[in-house]
């Protein structure tokens, strides 16, 4: 019984709306409602890696690439064609969809850490891109994002942000828990440990990735437009290297395949260095040695390793 | 026309030829063993007709179709499945879970209703479900169905498998080594399962070392030795021609052969 409830998508849900219900009332200034909006934004894109690299196996070292894609529709199609920024961030997603199915087909054929090197080639040249065709993308500067209305209602604060940035992680949860649940999600948890017996049993392996990799460049380029609307800013940056790790670090720190996983590692990714800013020179090295220690003692990821505790607990 | 017939199939791998022109064909509810000692090319001839590697030469028909080198989820489509000799279990999924992907082909919901959990990718699951579990008593292996596969006995495992390659509804089925590494009552438990897979129209292809249940259920049996066409025919037959006791059985194999038709 127990068991159950832990495992439903109904309490994953309730338990993640509790939480972005609650922060605001504990939260002492909008700066905490701030740094809470990113984890919001980060546990969506990583939510997109949970689909790709939790379910189905396959990693992506490039995935920031597509956080850079939504990113910059959202900050060019207004500047340069006057389009609405929500329509924008509809185009950047089917973009980044777009993208993520073109380069999937050849990509995804490779396994292993020939797949992690490829997708690793892929996000370079993304971030590439942004960074030199300054006349679209303002260059290694990057370019400002206007300022959002919806329904003559300018969208601005931390407090509104707050509040868009988690009914999207909602969503995202949402949607990402209906697959894990469903034929697609046990086609993808089926190819994760053996290839050749889920072809065998019908399933077209290499559409069943191609599918996974194209939700999970949504998802991404979903939570860049995100981003770069909430901060008024893209740089380049965004789509670089240290963020696709990031996010893959984010899931394999909260759990690999667990949705909830993906909300408390980018909570661990974003909250701890600003909230070991008062060590100075030393927070990068205690972030990395708190990295270690945590692969070290809860190897299957925070959110397994505790729910399995609890279980043994209540049984 | 055969259920499955296979002709002058061969590859050679770097220069070594694994099988050269191997043919047989089977029957709906007929039981079709390969034997041969180890290195003979029985595997590498499931491989080959199960499309996960493509043949150099030869043919695969199912039923007058020709599916030569036709990949392993589109001959599932038409109706193969197998089991593998190195287990392919899904480690990560319950027992329940590795025969629900079984039933993956029977499963009718898109990728959207999937994505919005609609009342019909539910359905769907709850129907898959329970087929699995009806599945996981044929097999007698319904009170593990909870279980995580990886905490799982070889023996169960390979048990299970069995089940999922059933959930596909297969029309031929091959079965690599069910038997091995199992007890008595285990490989008694496949025996009788593997009759009444038969029995219900069933083309089964059987590699098996254990000779008892080789002697005991094959229709037909086929000796390769060095990847080739060594003897066919009925079981006694197979067990009495020389050729074969000289290359595989030898003379234990024979007293094993004795004792199993009493």
Redesign the interface.
Request: charged share 15%; proline share 3%.
């Given at each position: 019984m127990a068991g159950k409830l832990l495992s439903s998508?109904l309490a994953t849900l309730v338990l993640l709306a509790a939480i972005i219900a609650v922060v605001p009332l504990l939260a002492p200034s909008a700066f905490y409602l701030r740094v809470a909006a990113v984890v919001w934004v980060f546990a969506l894109a990583a939510l997109g890696l949970t689909i790709l690299m939790g379910y189905a196996g396959q990693v992506s070292l490039g995935h920031a690439g597509f956080l850079g894609i939504g990113g910059y529709a959202v900050a060019i199609g207004p500047a340069q064609f006057g389009l609405h920024p929500a329509l924008c961030l509809v185009i950047g997603a089917a973009l980044a969809g777009l993208l993520a199915y073109l380069v999937g087909r050849p990509i995804l054929k490779l396994k292993g850490y020939y797949l992690a090197i490829a997708t690793l080639g892929f996000g370079v040249i993304l971030a590439l891109i942004f960074h030199s065709e300054s006349q679209w993308t303002g260059g290694p500067d990057g370019m400002q994002v206007a300022r959002v209305t919806l329904f003559g209602w300018r969208l601005s604060g931390a407090v509104n942000w707050y509040w868009v940035t988690g009914g999207a992680l909602m969503i995202g949860a949402?949607?990402a828990?209906?697959?894990g649940?469903?034929?697609?999600?046990?086609?993808l948890?089926?190819l994760?440990?053996?290839e050749?017996?889920?072809?065998?049993?019908?399933?077209?392996?290499s559409a069943k990735k191609l599918?996974a990799f194209v939700?999970g460049a949504v998802y991404a380029a979903v939570a860049g437009g995100l981003l770069a609307a909430m901060n008024g800013l893209i740089t380049p940056d965004a789509a670089g290297f240290m963020h696709s790790i990031e996010l893959v670090a984010m899931v394999i720190i909260g759990g690999l395949g667990s949705v909830f996983g993906a909300v408390v590692g980018a909570a661990f990714l974003v909250v701890l260095p600003q909230a070991l800013t008062f060590m100075h020179d030393y927070e990068q090295a205690v972030l990395g040695f708190l990295i270690m220690a945590f692969m070290i003692f809860l190897p299957a990821g925070i959110v397994p390793t505790l729910r399995k505790w609890l279980l043994e607990r209540l049984s | 026309m055969s259920l499955l017939r296979v002709e002058g199939l061969g590859i050679s791998f770097g220069g070594l030829v694994a099988v050269d022109n191997v043919g047989f064909s089977v029957e709906a509810g007929q039981v079709f063993s390969i034997i041969g000692p180890n290195g003979a090319g029985k595997t590498t001839l499931f491989n080959l007709v199960?499309g996960?590697y493509k043949p150099l030469r030869g043919r695969v028909t199912m039923g007058g179709d020709d599916v030569t080198g036709l990949?392993?989820?589109l001959l599932?489509?038409r109706g193969m499945?197998?089991t593998?000799q190195n287990l392919?279990?899904?480690?990560?999924?319950t027992a329940l879970?590795n025969v629900?992907?079984?039933r993956?082909?029977a499963?009718r919901?898109s990728?959207l209703?999937?994505?919005?959990?609609l009342p019909a990718?539910?359905r769907?699951?709850r129907a898959?479900r329970e087929a699995a579990m009806g599945l996981l008593e044929r097999v007698g292996l319904s009170d593990v169905a909870n279980a995580t596969a990886g905490a799982l006995s070889y023996g169960v495992l390979k048990r299970l498998e069995i089940a999922?390659?059933l959930?596909?509804s297969p029309k031929v089925l091959l079965l690599d080594e069910p038997a091995a590494g199992c007890n008595a009552v285990e490989t008694e438990a496949i025996d009788h399962l593997i009759g009444e897979i038969a029995k219900s129209g069933v083309a089964v292809v059987l590699i098996e070392h254990d000779m008892k249940l080789v002697m005991k259920i094959s229709d037909r049996v086929l000796v390769l030795a060095q990847g080739r066409h060594l003897a066919e025919g009925p079981p006694r037959e197979v067990r009495d021609n020389p050729a074969v006791i000289a290359a595989y059985l030898g003379d234990h194999g024979t007293r094993e052969a004795d004792r199993a038709h009493g």
């Amino acid at each position: 019984m127990a068991g159950k409830l832990l495992s439903s998508r109904l309490a994953t849900l309730v338990l993640l709306a509790a939480i972005i219900a609650v922060v605001p009332l504990l939260a002492p200034s909008a700066f905490y409602l701030r740094v809470a909006a990113v984890v919001w934004v980060f546990a969506l894109a990583a939510l997109g890696l949970t689909i790709l690299m939790g379910y189905a196996g396959q990693v992506s070292l490039g995935h920031a690439g597509f956080l850079g894609i939504g990113g910059y529709a959202v900050a060019i199609g207004p500047a340069q064609f006057g389009l609405h920024p929500a329509l924008c961030l509809v185009i950047g997603a089917a973009l980044a969809g777009l993208l993520a199915y073109l380069v999937g087909r050849p990509i995804l054929k490779l396994k292993g850490y020939y797949l992690a090197i490829a997708t690793l080639g892929f996000g370079v040249i993304l971030a590439l891109i942004f960074h030199s065709e300054s006349q679209w993308t303002g260059g290694p500067d990057g370019m400002q994002v206007a300022r959002v209305t919806l329904f003559g209602w300018r969208l601005s604060g931390a407090v509104n942000w707050y509040w868009v940035t988690g009914g999207a992680l909602m969503i995202g949860a949402w949607i990402a828990l209906n697959i894990g649940a469903s034929p697609t999600g046990r086609a993808l948890k089926a190819l994760h440990d053996s290839e050749v017996a889920a072809a065998g049993s019908g399933i077209d392996v290499s559409a069943k990735k191609l599918a996974a990799f194209v939700i999970g460049a949504v998802y991404a380029a979903v939570a860049g437009g995100l981003l770069a609307a909430m901060n008024g800013l893209i740089t380049p940056d965004a789509a670089g290297f240290m963020h696709s790790i990031e996010l893959v670090a984010m899931v394999i720190i909260g759990g690999l395949g667990s949705v909830f996983g993906a909300v408390v590692g980018a909570a661990f990714l974003v909250v701890l260095p600003q909230a070991l800013t008062f060590m100075h020179d030393y927070e990068q090295a205690v972030l990395g040695f708190l990295i270690m220690a945590f692969m070290i003692f809860l190897p299957a990821g925070i959110v397994p390793t505790l729910r399995k505790w609890l279980l043994e607990r209540l049984s | 026309m055969s259920l499955l017939r296979v002709e002058g199939l061969g590859i050679s791998f770097g220069g070594l030829v694994a099988v050269d022109n191997v043919g047989f064909s089977v029957e709906a509810g007929q039981v079709f063993s390969i034997i041969g000692p180890n290195g003979a090319g029985k595997t590498t001839l499931f491989n080959l007709v199960t499309g996960i590697y493509k043949p150099l030469r030869g043919r695969v028909t199912m039923g007058g179709d020709d599916v030569t080198g036709l990949a392993p989820h589109l001959l599932a489509k038409r109706g193969m499945s197998r089991t593998f000799q190195n287990l392919q279990i899904f480690f990560r999924m319950t027992a329940l879970e590795n025969v629900m992907v079984g039933r993956h082909m029977a499963e009718r919901s898109s990728l959207l209703s999937d994505l919005l959990g609609l009342p019909a990718a539910d359905r769907q699951t709850r129907a898959t479900r329970e087929a699995a579990m009806g599945l996981l008593e044929r097999v007698g292996l319904s009170d593990v169905a909870n279980a995580t596969a990886g905490a799982l006995s070889y023996g169960v495992l390979k048990r299970l498998e069995i089940a999922r390659a059933l959930a596909a509804s297969p029309k031929v089925l091959l079965l690599d080594e069910p038997a091995a590494g199992c007890n008595a009552v285990e490989t008694e438990a496949i025996d009788h399962l593997i009759g009444e897979i038969a029995k219900s129209g069933v083309a089964v292809v059987l590699i098996e070392h254990d000779m008892k249940l080789v002697m005991k259920i094959s229709d037909r049996v086929l000796v390769l030795a060095q990847g080739r066409h060594l003897a066919e025919g009925p079981p006694r037959e197979v067990r009495d021609n020389p050729a074969v006791i000289a290359a595989y059985l030898g003379d234990h194999g024979t007293r094993e052969a004795d004792r199993a038709h009493g």
